[in-house]
């Protein structure tokens, strides 16, 4: 249960979004603003520095306890043991993500184009009032919450709980070494320190599921930095004037969620649910190595664009004299003669990828752990994507490292007509295809937690 304070995760997302609107607005030396290179004459001072990136960080603090604790507290508003809220709750996760989707979307689509033509305090500043208002809704349905578990830290009781169930593990595996094993207490019913080393195996089942689940986050970290980068090179000119902003070619991604839910929702679940029985109409586990199929084919069709794209850069440069130049010139126009539609197919079908392994990791995780610790649960499906980011910048320091070593050019030069982002993205396809195969490896050896031998 997510207990609420002064400071809770919502409210200091909010703070923190009011502090980078307050950042932004900080006004600048007349100098600054008489020079056509302000940033340059006049960089930000130390304090103004320090509130910026205190700003960003508690942003992240409050996520960090928001986003695990919030999808937990809506999927525990269903009864497991009720036929038809059980199966409402599988929706549930279908649901929220195309919720967190729409609102990313429209997000993006109309704060790029503010930040990029108005201003940066508005920017913030409307996402900061969003914020406020959701603060306000959530508190008015306080009373028809359905609330789980005692009083405490909820931090605390879940690490004693797995604090716990690690000893109570360690303690049986020494009886069973010693050869006295207790075995219950009447009835077959287990001792509490049999539950707690039965919960700790559970957790440690989830592991193999979870590693092998990794390379999806470095594959999720793609969109906003090298897919919005080749995005950047391209002709993103709609009619005569509307220039389309690179980062807003994610809400292609947002799109292909939102369609892909509502066909796997409506005419997917219906129709496998007929075929193999199953009330999700595939498992969890089928759910997440579709997933990761799916961003093998997405890395695949990157990797031909970029090739494509390469191609075209080059025969563009031949015919203007063997100029190989990249960088998007001061009206806008891109030095690579290649409309943007070209770059939305990987869009498209890394949002059908999200579709089936980011809700189906967040339904196996919430459901496959004990029930006192959902939250960890849901925190363990962001961790995929946090260490895959880090997995991601490790790569690329490294692979750039050796590439540039000897005078060489990086995969990721600045100057993307002499990099090859392609080679990279055969490269991430390869280690999926590894992933994959691992995936399927252990996924049909794990026994589900409430569903015993349903693979």
């Not at 009373?143 to 009083?151: D, I, K, L, P, S």
């Not at 946090?386 to 050796?402: A, E, H, K, N, P």
Request: charged fraction near 15%.
């Amino acid at each position: 249960m997510c207990i609420l304070h002064f400071f809770s995760p919502k409210s200091g997302k909010w703070q923190g979004l009011g502090m980078l609107t307050l950042s932004s607005m900080f006004s600048s030396p007349q100098q600054c603003r008489d020079s056509a290179d302000g940033q340059g004459v006049c960089p930000p001072s130390s304090l103004q520095t320090a509130f910026f990136y205190i700003s960003l960080y508690l942003v992240a603090i409050a996520q960090s306890g928001h986003k695990p604790c919030v999808q937990a507290f809506g999927a525990d508003q269903f009864d497991a043991t009720d036929p038809d809220e059980s199966v409402s709750r599988a929706s549930f996760f279908n649901w929220w993500y195309m919720g967190l989707c729409t609102s990313a979307t429209v997000t993006i689509a109309l704060m790029s184009y503010v930040q990029d033509n108005i201003g940066w305090a508005l920017g913030f500043g409307v996402p900061s009032l969003a914020m406020l208002l959701a603060l306000a809704i959530f508190l008015l349905g306080t009373r028809t919450y359905r609330f789980y578990g005692g009083g405490g830290s909820a931090s605390a009781s879940t690490f004693s709980l797995v604090r716990k169930a690690f000893v109570a593990w360690r303690i049986q595996k020494r009886s069973r070494e010693a050869g006295s094993v207790e075995l219950g207490h009447g009835d077959g019913e287990l001792p509490q320190d049999a539950v707690l080393a039965e919960e700790v195996k559970g957790l440690a089942r989830l592991f193999p599921i979870w590693a092998t689940c990794l390379l999806y986050g470095v594959v999720f970290a793609q969109p906003p930095t090298l897919f919005t980068k080749q995005a950047a090179t391209l002709d993103r000119r709609i009619g005569q004037s509307f220039q389309v902003p690179p980062a807003a070619l994610q809400c292609f991604l947002g799109t292909s969620i939102i369609a892909c839910i509502v066909l796997y929702d409506r005419v997917l679940v219906p129709v496998a649910r007929g075929v193999s029985g199953v009330a999700s109409g595939i498992t969890m586990l089928q759910r997440i190595g579709t997933g990761i199929a799916l961003s093998l084919v997405t890395l695949v069709v990157a990797a031909l664009v970029e090739m494509k794209r390469l191609r075209v850069a080059r025969d563009a440069a031949t015919a203007s004299g063997g100029l190989l130049v990249v960088v998007v010139d001061g009206s806008g126009t891109s030095a690579v003669p290649m409309s943007l539609w070209w770059i939305v197919p990987q869009y498209v079908l890394l949002g059908a990828a999200e579709v089936f392994i980011m809700v189906g990791m967040q339904e196996f995780f919430y459901d496959q752990v004990p029930g006192a610790l959902k939250s960890l649960g849901l925190a363990l499906y962001l961790s995929v994507l946090g260490v895959g980011s880090f997995i991601s910048s490790f790569l690329i320091t490294v692979i750039d490292g050796v590439t540039t070593r000897n005078g060489g050019t990086s995969w990721f030069a600045d100057d993307l007509n002499r990099g090859h982002l392609d080679y990279f993205y055969l490269l991430l396809a390869a280690l999926t295809a590894l992933e994959l195969l691992a995936f399927a490896y252990f996924s049909t050896s794990y026994v589900y937690k409430a569903k015993a031998g349903n693979h």
